[in-house]
Structures are given as C-alpha cells and as structure tokens.
C-alpha cells in the first residue's frame, strides 16, 4: 500500500529558528500534499495543499509566509515553519492522496511531527 | 462549506458493551466522501474506513459496523464487544475527491471523540 515517511517525528527549537519537516512518497507519486496541524485534544486542520511544481494553496487564517511550503518533486515536499514561536507548538501531519488503485483508501498520512518550541 | 460534527466529546465504556459514534456532516457537493480515523496516543491516523455519497450500504468489519443515512446526514460507527485496545480518538471526516488529474480537497475533520474502555 501506500507509505508517506515524515521526518522528524519530533523536534524542540529554540523561539526565533526554523524548523523544516519532510514528507516523502515512498512508493508512488504524490501530486498533491497536505498539510495538517493538530492542537493537543483537539481536531486536525488543514493548513495548506501543495501541488507538485506549482505554488502552495493556504487556508484562510495561514500565514504563507510563516508556514513555508515546497513541493518540487513528486515524491517529497517540506513544511518549514519560520521564526517559531511557542504558540506554533502543534502536531503537524502531511497527507496525500493516492491515484489509481490506491485511491481505494483515499487519503495516505504520514506519521506527524511534533513541534516543541521552547 | 463542509462540516463534520461529532457531539461526542469523549464516551467512557467498561470492556465488552457495544459502543457507537455519531457523526453528522454538512456539504453541498452532491458527491462526497466520508471517512473514519482512529488516532491512537502515538499520534498517528489509522484509516478504518471510506465511503462514497452514492452508496449507503452498511458496512461490517469484524467488530467495526458503519450505518449511513443520506437522509439524516450521518455516518456513525458502532463497535461492538468493545475492547481495551480500541481505546483511542475517532475522528470522522469529509471530502470531495476529484480522480486522478482533476485535483482533490483535503478533509474536513470533525472534532473527535475520545472514546476510553474501561477493563
């Protein structure tokens, strides 16, 4: 089946670095990716949704310009989070859909980062 | 605009009951896709299930039922002989999926329901 690695599963930054998360593609092309962020107990959100080669589409409330996106090849995208500030602390995960047969399944997610910013 | 509402904040069962899940959707596509995850403490989603807007077949999978209602708009989930492993959060969500090369939405998810099975 579909796999989507994400690195790292957690990571503690200092308040004003960045911070870049990977999502890979593992056996098939993902056209699209998403991006979800996830508070402690509560629901996830989408941020954004990357399509391969072109620009990041944000959700309203998204800073594009804190919440970087790149999508350049079929198989990986990152998510770098800028200037980190304590309130970015959430759990993020990335997602992306599969094609032919592997949309049987719909959605593949990775296994979430989780962003302490201290 | 879509939603998903799960009014079930958390449900706390001893081992064995039957339990069910609610959830209740909102969107104006005529064509759809619901979804149901668990999400253990590590954090990461587990598909359960996926369901299309043209078919409202219950579904069965071992302990795992499914009921969809177009006309309530629901989609619950019951687990029956509950047990401690099924412990975790539920999530139930929604998309429009497009096939390949036409694009796809990401997913509205509700709010979740901590469901806890008491030994």
């Known amino acids: 089946g579909a796999v989507v690695s994400q690195h790292p599963s957690r990571v503690i930054c200092k308040s004003g670095t960045s911070v870049k998360i990977e999502c890979r593609s593992l056996d098939f092309q993902a056209t699209t990716m998403f991006w979800y962020r996830q508070f402690p107990k509560k629901s996830l959100m989408l941020m954004a949704t990357?399509?391969?080669?072109?620009?990041?589409?944000?959700e309203q409330g998204v800073e594009k310009d804190k919440f970087l996106i790149n999508h350049a090849s079929l198989t990986l995208s990152t998510l770098t989070v800028t200037s980190a500030h304590p309130e970015d602390s959430s759990f993020y995960i990335c997602s992306t859909l599969g094609e032919g047969p592997l949309l049987d399944y719909g959605y593949t997610f990775g296994s979430g980062t989780r962003l302490t910013v201290v | 605009a879509q939603k998903v509402t799960q009014a079930q904040t958390e449900i706390s069962v001893v081992e064995k009951e039957d339990v069910t899940l609610d959830c209740v959707y909102e969107?104006?596509?005529?064509?759809?896709?619901l979804f149901w995850y668990k999400q253990p403490p590590s954090g990461e989603l587990v598909f359960l299930i996926r369901?299309?807007?043209?078919?409202?077949q219950n579904e069965i999978s071992g302990r795992y039922s499914w009921n969809f209602q177009k006309s309530t708009s629901s989609f619950n989930f019951t687990i029956t002989a509950s047990q401690v492993v099924d412990s975790a959060v539920y999530f139930c969500?929604?998309?429009?999926?497009?096939?390949?090369?036409?694009?796809?939405?990401?997913?509205?998810f509700g709010k979740g329901t901590h469901l806890i099975i008491q030994p």
């Open positions: 969107t104006r596509d005529t064509t759809y896709y």
């Open positions: 369901r299309n807007s043209f078919d409202e």
């Open positions: 990357s399509n391969e080669g072109s620009k990041a589409t944000y």
């Open positions: 969500a929604l998309s429009f999926i497009m096939y390949s090369g036409g694009g796809a939405d990401g997913l509205t």
